[in-house]
């Protein structure tokens, strides 16, 4: 059977990744983080368009990697139309939808956006996988109380899913007669309930409802908002950036890097201690709502993403969901570079048809 080389590139929050498949074989990670202060001098997301494609660029020529050498470049999906889950060939019409911020603003959006540049200079097919807006919403979830607004499904459903079906694996049982409660803890927060293969109830981890997380506001009492919306103090777009750039852990403490708000605590800042405990404190809460979802049958819980990594949180948050009595798993991180590598090859070795964006 043919070998691939698949080049997998995903520009995140506070990080730039690129890696190297040989088949599902790892070859090469390349992690920039990005700074606060970095990021914002850029204005908008879409003005760090050229900067984060020159990294990946610069990574692969410091290498003497050729992108002639690959057989598609595969880039993390950001916000499109509500979309069915699996592997998509990245079409102008995508293009159009992510520059033009049509579904709204995410460093996600840049994903497909480089890799089509990338993939179309050398004639080879992009490719995105699982992107943030994969919508399994049930009906009932996507009430919001407004006949004029509806909930929305955006998450990290590229890490959930994949850490989803490892849970499975683990536990010997199938994804798609079990149920699961996710918890993706990054610089967004999104708790995913996947109920029978599919996330049938999830919070908006952008602009919507949910926890607060290292940089994100999550539910804030609406009228509130409407007051600061009128107040003559922002712009749309200043409002927009606050709500899911500004808030969370960075607006009450000034950084979104919970390594500091630790530091903080560790050197007796009571204040950060209990911002950080209220973080904590509503991702259970949302993991204990979740479990409502599917009459309390949840098969395991999983806490994922990078502050999965970090113990204070994570047992903070195992205090409050113990009663539940449900197994809990933790992996630390994200396992999205081979997820996006495994939905090309799975395209690339035809076991997949890619799907179209319309
Ligand atoms: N090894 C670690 N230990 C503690 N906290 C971590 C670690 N890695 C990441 N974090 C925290 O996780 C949050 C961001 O999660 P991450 O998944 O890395 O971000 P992104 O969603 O931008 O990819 C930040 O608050 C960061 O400080
Ligand atoms: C838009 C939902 C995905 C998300 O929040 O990702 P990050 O945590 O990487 O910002």
Known sequence: MNRYRVLAINPGATSTKLAVFEDESKQLEVVVRHGVE???????????????KKLVL?????????????????????????????????????????????????????????????????NIPSYVVDPVSVDEMNLLSRFSGMPEIQRKSA???????????????ELGLFYEKSNFIVA?????????????????????????????????????PPGELIRLCFSGKYTEAELLAKLTRESGLLGYLNTNDARAVVKLIDS???????????MAYQIAKQIGASSIVVYGMVNAIVLTGGLAHE???VNWIKERIEFLNVPLLVYPGEDEMKAMAEGALRVLKKFETAKTYR
């Open 155 to 169: 998450f990290h459903a590229l890490n959930q899913k994949s850490v989803a079906k490892r849970a499975s694996m």
């Open 58 to 122: 610069d990574s692969l020529a410091k290498r003497n990697i050729e992108l002639s050498s690959f057989d598609a470049v595969v880039g993390r999906g950001g916000l499109l139309k509500p979309l069915q889950s699996g592997t998509y060939l990245i079409s102008e019409e995508m293009v159009e939808d992510l520059s033009s911020l049509k579904y709204g603003e995410h460093a996600s959006n840049l994903g497909a956006i480089i890799a089509k540049e990338l993939g179309d200079s050398v």
């Open 38 to 52: 970095e990021l914002s001098s850029f204005g908008s997301i879409m003005n760090q368009h050229i900067y984060r």
């Open 311 to 313: 113990p204070m949180i």
């Open 268 to 278: 007796g800042d009571r204040y950060a201690e209990l911002v950080y405990k209220a």
């Open 184 to 220: 993706h803890l990054g610089s967004g927060i999104s708790v995913g309930v996947h109920s029978m293969g599919s996330v049938v109830d999830v919070n908006d981890a952008l602009y919507g409802d949910g926890p607060f997380s290292p940089e994100r506001a999550g539910s804030v």
